[in-house]
């Protein structure tokens, strides 16, 4: 069995993944290490260990990740993410804190031993700013040839940003540390805005988790119509939320779900296009891509996916 790290600043979508990979037997969850975005480090550590509970897999390990980019000295929430994520991060509903603690292993630490104990059967799914994979690359680079593929949420390639006209929310957070990954030669997967816009949920599939009738599909359920009433302002031509990181786990899980490009990129550092993620003009005629770009996204079946494994999480979990 594959064993896969969840890497996230957890809000609603982070959550969303969460579940997915509960609810996906071909994989294990061995830890989540948390970062910035969405909410503060401590926020999401605190997020991923009541989900985990409440969702009845209290065995799943959080691991502290680096607070803020690698370019800064500290990191504010933006007034848009309380926006569409709630102060809390997952749509302001209130689930009991956890008794346990995060571990005392740094995020990067366990990246890094991961690496080297699991190799190939290793997925990590980074679904917020490339921070803690970028620092754990430069302290042990070796580990780009031991692990068995990076599948990222974030960036653009054929459509546009939704931060700027060029740049995706998790790239933009710290575009220096996902130029790191981009050219370090790592199996990536970068699974962007390209196929996540594409994959959407609405009301009619919050209230099927809601008839479920249990405490976790409950939360499930008011969390992601927070979400919904969200896009519903920010992107009402949509008519619905995009499903961006619980796409990424489900490629991780299953890549057939997408049609790919290789390309070697990497991720515009200076300059008005900062966080612009485009191919790498320097290795173009490179014939080793160690990048794929999703590009088509098979919907019907990846909405299917989605709603039977976490409808089947929710309704075990109780």
């Given amino acids: 069995m594959k064993k896969m790290i969840l890497d996230l600043d957890t809000g609603i979508d982070d959550t969303l993944a969460i579940s997915y990979a509960l609810g996906s037997p071909e994989v294990e969850l061995i830890g989540i290490t948390s970062t910035y975005g969405n909410v503060l480090l401590e926020q999401g550590m605190r997020n991923d260990l009541a989900i985990t509970d409440l969702l009845g897999h209290p065995e799943v390990k959080v691991y502290p990740g680096?607070?803020?980019?690698?370019?800064?000295?500290?990191?504010?929430?933006?007034p848009i993410s309380e926006f569409i994520h709630g102060k809390n991060g997952i749509?302001?509903?209130?689930?009991?804190?956890?008794?346990?603690?995060?571990?005392?292993?740094?995020?990067?630490?366990?990246?890094?031993?991961?690496?080297?104990?699991?190799?190939?059967?290793?997925?990590?799914?980074?679904?917020?700013?490339?921070?803690?994979?970028?620092?754990?690359?430069?302290?042990?680079?070796?580990?780009?040839d031991q692990i068995g593929k990076i599948v990222l949420m974030g960036g653009a390639l054929t459509v546009c940003g939704n931060v700027s006209a060029w740049s995706e929310?998790?790239?933009?957070?710290?575009?220096?540390?996902?130029?790191?990954?981009?050219?370090?030669?790592?199996?990536?997967?970068?699974?962007?805005?390209?196929?996540?816009?594409?994959?959407?949920?609405?009301?009619?599939?919050?209230?099927?988790?809601?008839?479920?009738?249990?405490?976790?599909?409950?939360?499930?359920?008011?969390?992601?119509?927070?979400?919904?009433?969200?896009?519903?302002?920010?992107?009402?031509h949509l008519g619905g939320c995009g499903?961006?990181?619980?796409?990424?786990?489900?490629?991780?899980?299953?890549?057939?779900?997408?049609?790919?490009?290789?390309?070697n990129m990497q991720v515009d550092v200076?300059?008005?296009?900062?966080?612009?993620?485009?191919?790498?003009?320097?290795?173009?005629?490179?014939?080793?891509?160690?990048?794929?770009?999703?590009?088509?996204?098979?919907?019907p079946r990846f909405l299917n996916e989605f709603m039977s494994r976490i409808g089947g999480l929710a309704q075990q979990a109780g």
């Fill in 243 to 263: 499903l961006h990181d619980p796409l990424a786990v489900a490629v991780a899980v299953d890549p057939t779900l997408v049609k790919t490009l290789p390309i």
């Fill in 91 to 144: 749509g302001d509903v209130q689930i009991p804190d956890s008794t346990r603690k995060p571990e005392t292993q740094s995020a990067v630490d366990f990246i890094i031993d991961a690496a080297k104990t699991y190799g190939q059967d290793l997925i990590y799914v980074p679904t917020g700013p490339m921070t803690n994979i970028a620092a754990a690359l430069r302290k042990a680079p070796e580990i780009k």
């Fill in 66 to 78: 680096l607070p803020h980019s690698s370019t800064t000295d500290s990191f504010s929430v933006l």
């Fill in 169 to 236: 929310a998790n790239i933009s957070q710290d575009p220096d540390a996902a130029n790191e990954l981009f050219r370090s030669g790592a199996p990536v997967t970068m699974i962007g805005l390209d196929v996540t816009l594409q994959t959407l949920l609405t009301y009619k599939e919050t209230a099927r988790w809601r008839d479920l009738g249990t405490k976790a599909s409950a939360f499930l359920a008011d969390m992601t119509d927070f979400y919904i009433k969200a896009y519903e302002t920010t992107s009402p």
């Fill in 270 to 299: 200076e300059g008005p296009t900062r966080g612009r993620t485009i191919g790498d003009n320097t290795r173009l005629n490179d014939p080793h891509k160690t990048m794929q770009v999703a590009v088509e996204v098979d919907v």
